[in-house]
Every structure is written in structure tokens, then in C-alpha cells.
């Protein structure tokens, strides 16, 4: 259950606080890809699970400033900082008061406290939803490599910045003009995750199926487009209604603590999607598709 996932996370954060740790090691622990961990991980908890980690850790270092005589030196290289200079910049940051002020008396200081994961009961909001199964699947698309720690990072715009890209040098458009009239739909795919990478592929692209011309695919892969395949799945469908991806994001924060804990379904490591349909229901943004498992 990724709850209990996230929990045993939080706990190996904590007893590991004082090594070299980020996310990749702590998604290892317990067995779970980079890619998924620290999606899985912000859209619980609201932070990344490297800023937890820095956050303990200041916390940890006033409250040793504060009562110990140990030197800001010192306390830089404890609590993992490689110079004294981005210790006192980070914990300035933090703390709103420098490494220095915070060993003298009557220091204001903040206290972000280790997270315990709880379930507890809200509203009976109603989260639409349904199961389909997709046989293999090809794709032609456009795609490029993004760092894990763009996900679900609200201040970055990497992958619209991608999407406008590709629109203003007029990639998407004849793409579209493979398949046939009322089924251009486009796709937005994120590649399946492996435990050690650092990366994820986004890709926007076209189905391939009896309603594409195939005759014209080795041209668009000749010219750097790809082809993208899909292995046989089940997948949780959500219908996104917004006028931006913000309800998109929304929907991916209520499926990690509303569907997964009260459905038994967790995701896979397998390509998800959303559907951007040419003639889609009014107000309907797209549909995202994840590919799940019963745990």
C-alpha cells in the first residue's frame, strides 16, 4: 500500500538523516522507482522528499546551535552541507536568521517537526472513475528527457514550455494529419520508470492504429520523431475538467490518498497518459490513464 510505502519512507529519512542521502536512495529502500517515489512522495506530503530531508536537517542544526558549542563549521558539514557559506545561505533561508544568531539566547527558529502518515476520514466526495484494459499499443511521438524533480513542482513549466515548442515549430500539427478526421486526438506520455534512474521521457504523440496513415511513419521517425510502444495493461481512467493542467494535477493528488488507499489498486511502472481529445465533452481538460495493479 503506498501509504505504508511512504510511512517506511519517512522512517528510513529519519534514521538516515546525518548520511548522504536524496530521494534516489530512499526510493531504493523501498523498492520503488525514482520516478514514481517522488511523484508519489510530493503529491501525499506536499514537498519533495529531498526537502524534507533539508528540512529536518535545519531544524536539527538550530537545535543543536541553540544548545551545544558546536561551530557553524562544524554544523555545516554535519548536516550535510559542502561549505559553510551554503549552509548559513540555506539555514538564513529557512530560519529567517543567520547560523550565528541562532546560538544566541531569544533566536526566533523554526520547527518542522518528522512526518507521520495517517489516514483520516473527509467528506464523501464522489471520484469518478473507471477500468480499462489496453491490448499492446504504438505511438508516434515527439519526446524529450526531464529531470524526476520537475514532478509536481508547481514553479516549473518545463513540459507546456515543451508543448508550446513543438506548436510554434509546427510539429504536432502534422503529426495530427496522419489520422483520420474526428480522431486526432493527441497524447501526452510518461515513459514506464526504472529503480536507479535520475530521468523520465515525455512525449506528445499520435495512436497508431487502423484509423493512422502508416504509410508516412518512417519519414516522421527519419526526422526525429519516435515510435512509442506500450505493453498490455489495466489502467485507472480519470476525466480532468479544468481550464488548465492544474486540474490535472489535482486529479493525481486524489488518486494517490483517495482512490489507491480505499480502491487496493497501486500504479505500475509502466507508460501512463493523458488523452488531449480533438472533440472532447465541454470543460473536460483530458483523461489521464494510470496503468494500476491490485497490491
Known amino acids: 500500500m503506498p501509504l505504508q510505502l511512504i510511512q517506511q519512507a519517512i522512517c528510513y529519512m529519519e534514521e538516515h538523516l546525518y548520511e548522504d542521502i536524496n530521494y534516489i536512495e530512499v526510493a531504493k529502500s523501498i523498492h520503488m522507482s525514482n520516478y514514481n517515489f517522488h511523484r508519489t512522495f510530493s503529491f501525499i506530503t506536499g514537498m ?10 535545519l531544524t536539527l542544526a538550530a537545535q543543536e546551535l541553540q544548545a551545544t558549542d558546536i561551530s557553524v563549521i562544524d554544523a555545516a558539514y554535519k548536516y550535510g552541507y559542502e561549505t559553510p557559506e551554503s549552509f548559513s545561505k540555506a539555514f538564513s533561508r529557512f530560519h529567517g536568521s543567520t547560523p550565528k544568531q541562532a546560538k544566541q539566547k531569544g533566536a526566533r527558529l523554526h520547527l518542522f517537526n518528522p512526518l507521520v502518515i495517517k489516514i483520516i476520514l473527509e467528506g464523501g466526495s464522489i471520484m469518478d472513475y473507471r477500468m480499462e484494459h489496453t491490448g499492446p499499443q504504438r505511438f ?3 519526446a524529450k528527457s526531464f529531470p524526476n524533480e520537475i514532478a509536481n513542482d508547481d514553479n516549473d513549466h518545463s513540459i507546456p514550455d515543451f508543448w508550446d515548442e513543438c506548436n510554434e ?3 504536432i500539427q502534422p503529426m495530427k494529419q496522419l489520422r483520420a478526421e474526428g480522431k486526432k486526438d493527441l497524447y501526452g506520455l510518461c515513459s514506464p520508470t526504472k529503480e536507479n534512474e535520475s530521468c523520465f521521457d515525455y512525449g506528445i504523440g499520435i495512436l497508431i492504429d487502423e484509423d493512422t496513415d502508416v504509410t508516412a ?4 521517425t527519419s526526422s526525429g520523431y519516435s515510435i512509442w ?4 495493461n489495466d489502467y485507472a ?12 494535477g489535482e486529479t493525481w493528488s486524489r488518486f494517490f490518498k483517495e482512490f489507491v488507499p480505499q480502491t487496493g489498486y497501486m500504479q505500475t511502472d509502466d507508460s501512463d497518459f ?3 481529445f480533438e472533440r472532447g465533452r465541454k470543460g473536460l481538460f483530458c483523461e489521464l490513464w494510470v496503468p494500476v495493479k491490485k497490491n
Request: glycine share 6%; aromatic share 12%.
Open 169 to 171: 515549430k509546427n510539429l
Open 237 to 248: 481512467v480519470f476525466e480532468c475538467f479544468g481550464s488548465d493542467s492544474g486540474c490535472l
Open 140 to 142: 508516434l511521438a515527439l
Open 274 to 276: 493523458e488523452i488531449y
Open 217 to 220: 511513419l518512417e519519414q516522421f
Open 48 to 57: 519533495t522528499a529531498n526537502e524534507y530531508i533539508r528540512n529536518r536537517r
Open 229 to 232: 510502444n506500450t505493453e498490455p
